[in-house]
Structures are given as structure tokens and as C-alpha cells.
Nanobody, 120 residues
Framework: QVRLVESGGGLVQPGGSLRLSCAAS????????IGWFRQAPGKEREGVSC????????LYADSVLGRFTIHRDNAKNTVYLQMAILKPEDTAVYYC?????????????WGQGTQVTVSS
């Protein structure tokens, strides 16, 4: 059974940092592109970042470029999203997902999400 499990969310003050983890079981993450998405209350889900399976290239939404970093630890079968200089508008439920390519419209596997709240 394939499972993606996110962790690392929480409450942080503006300007703070968090590291989200996406741990997989039942599949090998380095064979997949892994995307991070988020959904804030009343808003549509948006793509935040993605790391490809082929060459490890990364993509970022303009809103997080320069503040967020995605990377893999293949030995741990985990993908991380390091988030810095957090802003209140980063508040959302964050999900990781796996697919063949970052550009895929539909991702194959999803985690259950982890809440990130940025507030003073």
C-alpha cells in the first residue's frame, strides 16, 4: 500500500522557518516527481514546489521563490520543503504528492496534509 505522510507543520511567527517532510512507504520517491501543494481556507489548491525524478531539477511558485527550498534524501525516502521568511499568506494545509512528472495535471498519490499557520 502506497502512503505519503507529511509532517513538520505547526504555528510559527512571521519571519520564522519550518521544515516539512514527506515520507513515503510502498514506493521509492526518487522514481517520482514530488510536488508540494497548499490550500488555504476559501482558496483553490496551488502548486508550491516540485522536484523532478530525472535530474533533480526544481520548480517554485513565484510567491515562494527565494524563501522555500525543496530537496530529497533518498536514503530516507523522504522529500523536504524548507520554508523560511514565512508570511501570514503562507498559512495553509500543505500536501505532498507523487507523479511521473512535475508538469502532470493529475498526481498519482497524495498525503493527508499538514497545517502551517503563520501568525503573531
Amino acid at each position: 500500500q502506497v502512503r505519503l505522510v507529511e509532517s513538520g507543520g505547526g504555528l510559527v511567527q512571521p519571519g520564522g522557518s519550518l521544515r516539512l517532510s514527506c515520507a513515503a512507504s510502498g514506493l521509492t520517491l526518487d522514481y517520482y516527481a514530488i510536488g508540494w501543494f497548499r490550500q488555504a481556507p476559501g482558496k483553490e489548491r496551488e502548486g508550491v514546489s516540485c522536484i523532478s525524478s530525472s535530474d533533480g531539477s526544481t520548480l517554485y511558485a513565484d510567491s515562494v521563490l527565494g524563501r522555500f527550498t525543496i530537496h530529497r534524501d533518498n536514503a530516507k525516502n523522504t522529500v523536504y520543503l524548507q520554508m523560511a521568511i514565512l508570511k501570514p499568506e503562507d498559512t495553509a494545509v500543505y500536501y505532498c504528492a507523487a507523479s511521473a512528472e512535475c508538469s502532470d495535471y493529475e498526481y498519482d498519490y497524495w498525503g493527508q496534509g499538514t497545517q502551517v499557520t503563520v501568525s503573531s
